[in-house]
């Protein structure tokens, strides 16, 4: 890395919550994504090239932070899945909303955790979002070293501890809640998805329909023919502007709510990939205590420092937990509300464009003689 | 008449006795000279078609075409016409039709007029007032001879009824059987009548059974649907409407249950048609054409059914996906409901519910627009599809017509051949034999020739009068459809203004 790094730096020059990630850059292989960010100080705008690779790199740096005291309670947003320029069908299932259309809603996504990062008060301070945000040149590639923050490294056996018993009623709780949200928030992202995919059919097979229309038109001078070729012409507008109808709502559907029950059950993913990390500190705690009671004389004095040292971590990870919970719940609420109200608007000015789009339709056929 | 009837002709080898009761006087044509006879006469049924035309001043036998024509019919025909007016006593020129008494003043015009323009003209050409409903589907009777009635509703002003609003109870096979009447009289003679719905085994089966769901109901549906237009468009026919058999379909509280309807459901007349098209060109009738009005017509009509096929397969094809449309947003209206109901946060837990109840009122709207899909558009075009095959039928008569008048000419040229042999024998008898048969192949010839301009006359009238119901017919549904539409937007408009207040009610 070169160029204006200010290695002690760990404050954001750049405001949050309005970066932009305007376009992406197909050179057949690779994806590049511009980022434009606000100077803090007024003068200006950094713009920045960025590929997933380095929005990973990003990722890593945020959670290989061991220095920070209870790192691993925080909620980390989420990255979306990587994207390719040529997608298999598998990999458009697995990115659900932000796979269809354009690269609209992935860029949206992208931002969206951005501003997510650069708005954490923990996460902001790290010089990597300095880095990725203001750098001209590309950030390192080296990957950072994995860590349990990973998910990827979560070997199967600990997934056994995710049923395991708290000592805390609230996050006993908040574990089980947590649990059925994420399970509905995919359900309604998948079931509207769903919904979305078969409008654009609709819009598809209403512009068929009308494309069929034109092939009736028939030539001549014949007042009945005329009269019939009036009647196709006339109709195949009507159905462009259906087709137009169907594709503006499910557009509506796509930019506010689908994006956002995406948003949603994806950052209820990270809350339960924050908990299962309680809960395997719980576990080693439980098993340190054990291990102190248990030592023989000579390891002992050994084994309640590790068992104290546990016990501080589990505190800070608590700390950290129950205030991530406490923001990530305005968060999502705030957030569901602004795309709840959107889409209301958005469906509701396109109805009424549609409704008298219709009308002059209906008015036309009616004049006709 | 009745001197006519009792009267049979000499070596009618294919003269059937007619079966129903009703249907005794079939068609004698009368002579347009002695309406006031017609009157008089107390027929309780049938009339064999519109009245007499310009050809009537020659009044002749015409039983004595009735064995020729059978002899070119495909056999199909005879089953499907068993139930009407036998093929052998069906003459070709267009018959006056048997007045039935209740008709009372009415027909005093149709005697005064000579010419079918003059009639339409009278009667305001396409503007009939008559409207028909189909509706109260019943069941009647359990298990495999189960049936279902439907109520047949008829409100008019016109004077051809004794009454301006009735009702009677009809099954489908009825209506199969009324098709099937009328189609025996006039397709033949170059009137396009339109087909009845098609049968349905497994729907009916269905239906029987008790099946109480919603496939069988929807199966009701459409088939009361497709009854009521096919009624309507058989009584805007200014010709069918006058027709005895309608009227009596109409009217009559009881009608005889139509025997062999198997092969009355227009998938049994369109084989009957392909089948009677296929001997055509068996023949490989090489027509001169002196008209190239027909074939003009023949080719558009040969590309209208294909546009309309296609037309079609995209209509259903979107009603598909609108059904589907229907069923995801019932889905994520569930899930938006569980997710409601997990909620914590009580202003959002409860604009999600509000959120479910929306979608699944969009839901019902994407269901009533689909049948709106369905039943307009899809089922109009479908029913174009099937009128198509009845304009061929007559494309394809008037071709048969042609060809028995130049077989007559060919017989009748090989008779004066073998007559002009004969004068150089010395039998007199086999002479006299050779000109009688002349003297009938010539009155033939000329009966052919009259027949097929008559039927080339009757369809370019059909064609010209299809061609303004088919654009007035679809424009009607067009409005129907885009009123639909309007609707729509306005019940969403209504819902997503009741939601926004709660969306916007969150924290």
């Known amino acids: ?369 | 008449m009745a001197d006519r009837a009792t009267e049979p002709p000499p070596d009618r080898t294919d003269f059937h006795e007619v079966e129903d009761g009703e249907e005794l006087f079939v068609e004698p044509p009368e002579v347009q000279s002695q309406p006031a006879s017609l009157a008089a006469e107390d027929i309780s049924t049938n009339s064999n078609g519109p009245k007499q035309d310009l050809f009537d001043d020659d009044p002749e036998d015409l039983f004595a075409e009735a064995t020729e024509e059978v002899s070119l019919d495909s056999p199909e025909r005879d089953i499907l016409l068993s139930d009407g007016p036998s093929p052998a006593i069906t003459p070709i020129t267009p018959p006056t039709s048997v007045i039935t008494p209740r008709i009372g003043h009415a027909h005093d015009d149709m005697f005064t007029h000579s010419s079918f323009d003059e009639i339409e003209e009278d009667e305001g050409g396409d503007s009939l007032d008559i409207h028909i409903s189909v509706s109260d589907p019943e069941k009647v009777g359990d298990g495999m001879n189960a049936y279902m009635a439907y109520k047949v509703t008829t409100k008019t002003s016109l004077s051809l009824f004794k009454c301006n609003d009735f009702s009677v109870k009809r099954r489908f096979s009825d209506f199969l059987g009324l098709y099937s009447k009328l189609a025996s009289k006039y397709l033949h003679i170059g009137y396009i009548v339109p087909p009845a719905p098609e049968k349905s085994i497994v729907g009916m089966t269905k239906v029987k059974v008790g099946k109480e769901d919603q496939t069988s109901n929807e199966f009701v549906e459409k088939r009361r649907s497709a009854l009521e237009r096919y009624l309507m468009r058989t009584v805007k026919h200014p010709i069918l409407v006058k027709d005895p058999d309608v009227l009596q379909f109409l009217e009559s509280s009881e009608l005889p249950r139509a025997v062999n309807t198997q092969a009355l459901s227009s998938a049994g007349l369109l084989r009957m048609v392909n089948k009677a098209a296929d001997a055509v060109n068996k023949m490989t009738i090489k027509m001169n054409e002196s008209d190239a009005w027909f074939e003009e017509k023949q080719q558009h009509f040969e590309n209208l059914d294909s546009q309309l096929r296609k037309l079609h397969t995209s209509v259903e094809s979107l009603v598909c996906h609108r059904k589907e449309l229907s069923v995801n947003t019932a889905q994520f209206a569930k899930s938006a409901a569980m997710l409601g109901n997990s909620e914590d946060h009580t202003a959002l837990s409860r604009a999600l519910s509000q959120l479910a109840e929306v979608e699944e009122k969009i839901d019902q709207l994407h269901q009533d627009q689909a049948n709106a899909d369905f039943y307009l558009f899809s089922e109009l075009l479908g029913d174009y599809v099937r009128l198509l095959t009845a304009v061929k039928g007559v494309f394809d008569h008037r071709m048969k017509t042609w060809q028995k008048w130049q077989d007559s000419q060919v017989l009748l040229q090989k008779k004066r051949e073998a007559e002009a042999k004969l004068q150089f024998t010395n039998k007199p008898d086999k002479l006299q034999q050779a000109k009688d048969e002349i003297k009938e192949l010539e009155g033939k010839v000329q009966q052919g020739e009259r027949d097929f301009e008559q039927i080339s006359k009757t369809i370019r009238k059909e064609v010209s009068r299809f061609e303004k119901e088919r654009v007035k017919d679809f424009k009607t549904i067009i409005i129907k459809y885009l009123e639909s539409l309007v609707q729509t937007q306005h019940q969403l408009i209504k819902y997503w203004e009741a939601f926004l207040p709660e969306a916007k009610a969150i924290s």
């Open chain 1, 1 to 369: 890395m070169t160029g204006e790094v200010k290695e002690k730096m760990s404050v954001l020059t750049v405001h949050g919550h309005n970066i932009k990630v305007t376009e992406v850059l197909n050179d057949g292989d690779a994806l590049t994504f511009i980022i434009i960010s606000q100077k803090l100080s007024g003068t200006g705008e950094y713009h920045v090239h960025r590929t997933y690779e380095d929005f990973e790199w990003l990722q890593q740096h945020l959670f290989s932070q061991e220095d920070v005291p209870g790192i691993q309670g925080v909620i980390f947003p989420p990255l979306p899945a990587k994207s390719h320029v040529n997608m298999s069908a598998k990999v458009i299932k697995q990115l659900g909303f932000l796979g269809i259309g354009e690269w609209q809603l992935y860029c949206k996504a992208l931002e969206t955790f951005l501003h997510q990062v650069a708005g954490h008060s923990i996460l902001s301070k790290n010089k990597a979002v300095e880095v990725f945000l203001t750098n001209t040149d590309p950030p390192g590639r080296q990957r950072a070293k994995k860590n349990i923050l990973n998910r990827l490294s979560q070997a199967v056996e600990e997934l056994r501890k995710e049923g395991h018993k708290d000592v805390d009623e609230f996050f006993q709780s908040e574990r089980h809640h947590n649990h059925v949200m994420t399970c509905c928030a995919r359900t309604a992202a998948e079931k509207f998805l769903d919904v979305v995919l078969t409008e654009q059919k609709m819009a598809v097979a209403c512009g068929h329909f009308s494309t069929a229309l034109h092939l009736c038109v028939e030539p001549g001078e014949d007042p009945d023919k005329k009269a019939f070729s009036r009647v196709c012409v006339k109709l195949s507008e009507v159905f462009d502007s259906m087709k137009k109808n169907m594709t503006d709502v499910a557009q509506n559907n796509m930019i506010t709510l689908g994006l956002c029950l995406d948003l949603e059950s994806r950052y209820q993913e990270a809350e339960k990939e924050m908990l299962f990390r309680r809960t395997c500190k719980l576990v080693e705690l439980e098993t340190a205590t054990r291990n102190a009671e248990r030592a023989k004389p000579v390891k002992k004095a050994f084994m309640e420092e590790l068992k104290t040292a546990t016990e501080t971590e589990f505190e800070h990870i608590n700390g950290v937990a129950k205030k991530e919970i406490a923001y990530f719940g305005g968060v999502r609420v705030e957030m569901l509300q602004q795309s709840l109200v959107q889409w209301c608007e958005k469906q509701l000015l396109t109805a009424k464009e549609s409704a008298d789009q219709f009308n002059k339709h209906l008015q036309a056929f009616s004049g006709m003689v």
